[in-house]
Structures are given as structure tokens and as C-alpha cells.
């Protein structure tokens, strides 16, 4: 079964300092793997993805997230994180083995990052 | 470039009344489409998708229902509210077949039923 962890319900760093948002997997075929943010009262917006290639994937607001296939991960991070990054992350994976859902997505729980001043 | 829109943004429903929530999908053809709902402010539920006029597939057993009656409109609703269906409901689009599969959210709609 398809499925998504994201073991850290909090993380919390200061302005400045480098940033790791976690996030494991687990899929029958090879994963097309996600990360989305969401501001407070405002939809979930596209970061990266990794769909094949380079593990090391750079996404939006100088984010970037690497694939490790041995570990099953694709951690979040960002080497300066700044106040306004504070927001909710969710990592997401799309299964293409046999038998999965067409384009079917499968979230997280979530993390929610503060970066103090 | 494509763009989602959902309304209402914000919606105060009392116990027991209807409910309709739109989503309309620009710059594309033939997405699919998807309503998810988000509790607390944390998890997403899917509740329905769709891959064509009229085709939904529900996720869960609950008190709503979704229609296409349109290629790129996907309607959420619901005859009898509980307090329950309050939440954060989303609404989303991705490329048919060929795509890579991501998402791309709507702006959300908050339902509080009193």
C-alpha cells in the first residue's frame, strides 16, 4: 500500500539557520514524490517534485529536497530559512507500480514549520 | 496559463441546510478532478475525484456529494449539513494521463455549520 510519513508534527529553527523538513515513503513501483506548502486560510502550493534524474531537486523559494531510494526519503530543506517560510509542509507521493491509481496523490500529515526572528 | 477558482471563499451554514460549493478550472481540458477536505488545520481527506463529465469516484462514505456536469466544473454538495461536514475544503485539478501527477490547489473554501 502506498503511503506517506511525515514524522515531525513541529519543527522549529531560527532565522538564518539551515532547515530539514522529514518525510518518508513507501510504494510498490517508483514514486513520483511532492512537496507542497500552505499558507494559513489559503490552498496548498507546488514547491518541487522528483519525478526521475538528479536526486538533489531545487523547487521555489530556494527549497530543495533529495531523493535517497535506499532510505525511502525525500527530505525538505533549505540552507538559510527565513520568517516568512513559516508556514504548514506536506509531503506527497504518486505510486506508478502496477495496480496503482492513476494520478492518485497520497499526502502526509503534515509539518508545521516556525522560524523565529 | 491555467488557473483554479473556488467559491464561495467563506460559507456560515446552519445544522440541516443545503450546501453547494463550485470549482471552475481555466487554461486546460480534460483535467482531472479532485475535492479534498482538511480538518484542524492539518490532514487531507480526499472525498472525490473525477476523470471525465459525469465520473466521480468517492473515497468515503459520508454526507456529500460531488457532480461534473462540465469538463472543467466540479460541484461539492450536500442536502442536509451536519456539524460534522465543517472544514477547509479544497479543490484541486492535474494533467490526464501524461501528466506527472501534481496538484494544483484552489484557494479553499471554509465551511463553519452552526
Known amino acids: 500500500a502506498q503511503s506517506v510519513a511525515q514524522p515531525e508534527d513541529q519543527v522549529n529553527v531560527a532565522e538564518g539557520n539551515p532547515l530539514t523538513v522529514k518525510c518518508t515513503y513507501s510504494?510498490?513501483?517508483?514514486?513520483?514524490l511532492f512537496w507542497y506548502v500552505q499558507y494559513p486560510n489559503r490552498g496548498l502550493q507546488f514547491l518541487l517534485k522528483?519525478?526521475?534524474?538528479?536526486?538533489l531537486v531545487k523547487g521555489s523559494y530556494g527549497f530543495e529536497a533529495e531523493f535517497n531510494k535506499s532510505q525511502t526519503s525525500f527530505h525538505l530543506k533549505k540552507p538559510s530559512a527565513l520568517v516568512s517560510d513559516s508556514a504548514l509542509y506536506f509531503c506527497?507521493?504518486?505510486?506508478?507500480?502496477?495496480?496503482?491509481?492513476?494520478?492518485?496523490?497520497?499526502f502526509g500529515r503534515g509539518t508545521q514549520l516556525t522560524v523565529w526572528p | 496559463s491555467q488557473t483554479i477558482h473556488q467559491w464561495p471563499a467563506t460559507l456560515v451554514q446552519p445544522v440541516g441546510s443545503p450546501l453547494s460549493l463550485e470549482c471552475t478550472v481555466e487554461?486546460?481540458?480534460?483535467?482531472?478532478l479532485y475535492w479534498y477536505r482538511q480538518a484542524a488545520g492539518r490532514g487531507l481527506q480526499l472525498l472525490f475525484y473525477?476523470?471525465?463529465?459525469?465520473?466521480i469516484s468517492s473515497e468515503v462514505p459520508q454526507n456529500l456529494s460531488a457532480s461534473r456536469p462540465q469538463d472543467r466544473q466540479f460541484i461539492l454538495s450536500s442536502k442536509k449539513l451536519l456539524l460534522s461536514d465543517s472544514g477547509f475544503y479544497l479543490c484541486?485539478?492535474?494533467?490526464?494521463?501524461?501528466?506527472?501527477?501534481?496538484?494544483?490547489f484552489g484557494e479553499g473554501s471554509r465551511l463553519t455549520v452552526l
Open positions: 484541486a485539478w492535474s494533467v490526464r494521463d501524461m501528466g506527472t501527477g501534481e496538484l494544483f
Open positions: 487554461g486546460t481540458s480534460n483535467p482531472n
Open positions: 506527497a507521493v504518486r505510486d506508478t507500480g502496477r495496480g496503482s491509481t492513476l494520478g492518485r496523490l497520497y
Open positions: 473525477s476523470v471525465g463529465i459525469g465520473q
Open positions: 510504494v510498490s513501483g517508483n514514486p513520483y
Open positions: 522528483y519525478i526521475t534524474g538528479d536526486n
